[in-house]
């Protein structure tokens, strides 16, 4: 994905002139209880699709979608799901397959970040990258059968961040690996038990990881590169897999700073997974805000 960066702006035609979703279109957003995954689920909602909000937390989730619905949102459904959990997973891919029969559009939201802004540490370096890569992985492949791949095209949306580029990775041997065009998801994983086995080390600070909250950067780094093999994988096939980066957005993970709300963050998020079919690319990696739109990796 390095080497495809694509710029987006909200110069882009407006949502409502290039519409080929309907009430049926069923659109799946994982860490949706609040933040940019919230907001996601409510502008899906607001644009007609069905949507499923989905929560680690029953409690949060269900308030969650209550209030969406209270909105007059009532296309909005609630599911418990815990992405760092295999058995979450299969009972939430059941539970799709029983009241959906499928679905056209997966947001792969959910993440977490232990560090204070201008923290490194790597403490829970292994619950970051279970959450953020592996659960978002092991959706992904569960989900596979479910999409509809239908004419539409289905969609696969995976939040990432601009600290997951590989212009952040200063060890030359690791970006030749991912860089690689021949790169598999057996090579993703052994940079990844690579990165944790030198935090049990301790060695990590030397070994040119990414500088910046190290674990979360490593996790979207691995996410891109999967997302850039699954893109391969299903190449001319009808599904999109492509990685957004909201910039820098007020939620929790940010303890409230940023340059722009979560609101702002899902438009764009939201225009991303539903551009028209014959607009849609594969394998891209979206910069959505910030002087750092235009660059390029
Ligand atoms: N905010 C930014 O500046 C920024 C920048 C670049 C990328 N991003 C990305 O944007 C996405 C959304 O983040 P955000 O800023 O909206 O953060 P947030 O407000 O902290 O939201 C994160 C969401 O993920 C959920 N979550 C965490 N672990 C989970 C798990 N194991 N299973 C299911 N859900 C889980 C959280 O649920 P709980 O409420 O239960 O914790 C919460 O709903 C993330 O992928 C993040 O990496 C954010």
Not at 15 to 43: E, Q
Not at 131 to 152: C, D, H, I, V
Not at 178 to 188: D, H, M, V
Request: proline letters at 4%; aromatic letters at 10%.
């Amino acid at each position: 994905m390095a080497s495809k960066e694509v710029e987006f702006s909200f110069s882009s035609p407006p949502l409502s002139s290039t519409r080929w979703w309907c009430r049926d279109t069923v659109a799946v957003v994982t860490g949706a209880n609040k933040g940019i995954g919230f907001a996601l689920v409510k502008r899906f909602a607001e644009l007609g699709l069905t949507v499923v909000l989905t929560a680690r937390d029953v409690e949060r989730g269900n308030k969650a979608a209550e209030s969406l619905r209270e909105q007059g949102l009532p296309n909005v459904h609630f599911s418990p799901l815990d992405v760092s959990k295999p058995a979450s997973i299969q009972t939430f891919v059941s539970w799709l397959d029983t009241t959906f029969g499928g679905l056209d559009i997966l947001v792969n939201n959910a993440a977490v970040s232990f560090n204070e802004i201008d923290e490194n540490s790597v403490e829970y370096a292994e619950t970051v990258i279970k959450t953020n890569f592996y659960g978002a992985k092991l959706l992904t492949e569960s989900l596979l059968p479910l999409f509809r791949f239908s004419t539409s095209i289905s969609r696969i949306l995976n939040i990432s961040s601009r600290l997951g580029s590989m212009n952040k990775v200063r060890d030359l041997n690791i970006k030749a690996t991912l860089q690689n065009e021949r790169l598999s998801e057996e090579q993703i994983e052994e940079v990844v038990n690579l990165f944790l086995q030198s935090v049990k080390n301790g060695t990590w600070q030397s070994e040119g990881w990414p500088e910046i909250w190290t674990d979360y950067s490593v996790s979207k780094l691995a996410l891109n590169a999967y997302s850039r093999v699954l893109a391969k994988r299903f190449q001319g096939s009808r599904l999109s897999i492509n990685c957004f980066c909201p910039g820098f957005t007020q939620t929790s993970m940010t303890r409230g700073q940023g340059t722009h709300t979560p609101d702002e963050a899902a438009e764009v998020g939201a225009r991303l997974a539903l551009l028209p079919p014959d607009h849609l690319p594969t394998g891209q990696f979206f910069l959505g805000f910030g002087p750092y739109n235009k660059s390029k990796l």
